[in-house]
């Protein structure tokens, strides 16, 4: 390791939604489970919201280098990209929404002990604005 440089979390394993922990602006999803397999700069990661018994699933493959990768998300094309900052994965994506621009940007740390997955997002759209700091326990 080059000095001054962080060691970098493995985020991979299932994580499933801890309502109690969390801290949501917007409703929560009756559950959610991120499930990530991070291999050196390679990061893919599936989302499953279920609301009200229906489930909201997104996949991507990212790399933690910052490179931009445009998916469809919901009918709706997503630009994203994955960097690193210190030992915290930053997920930044922007997205189409009423015609306009949407910002979603999503800081990803780990515990200590490696048992708690937390996204602390920033939502910045033409219609809503929320700050949600959601907490995930290891499966």
């Keep these: 390791m080059v000095a001054g440089e962080s060691l970098k979390p493995d985020f991979s394993g299932t994580w499933r939604f801890n309502a ?55 009918g709706r094309t997503v630009r994203v990209r994955l960097n690193w900052e210190g030992s915290d994965l930053i997920f930044d994506s922007i997205l189409a929404v009423s015609g306009r621009e949407a910002s979603n940007v999503v800081r990803y740390h780990l515990s200590e002990d490696g048992k708690t997955f937390i996204a602390t997002e920033r939502f910045r759209g033409p219609e809503l604005k929320y700050d949600n700091v959601w907490v995930f326990d290891r499966e």
């Design 20 to 74: 109690e922990k969390s801290r949501l602006q917007i409703p929560p999803p009756d559950s959610s489970t991120f499930h990530i397999e991070q291999k050196e700069s390679d990061f893919f990661l599936t989302r499953t919201h279920v609301y009200q018994g229906k489930a909201d699933t997104f996949s991507i493959r990212l790399t933690t280098d910052g490179k931009e990768v445009a998916q469809e998300m919901s």
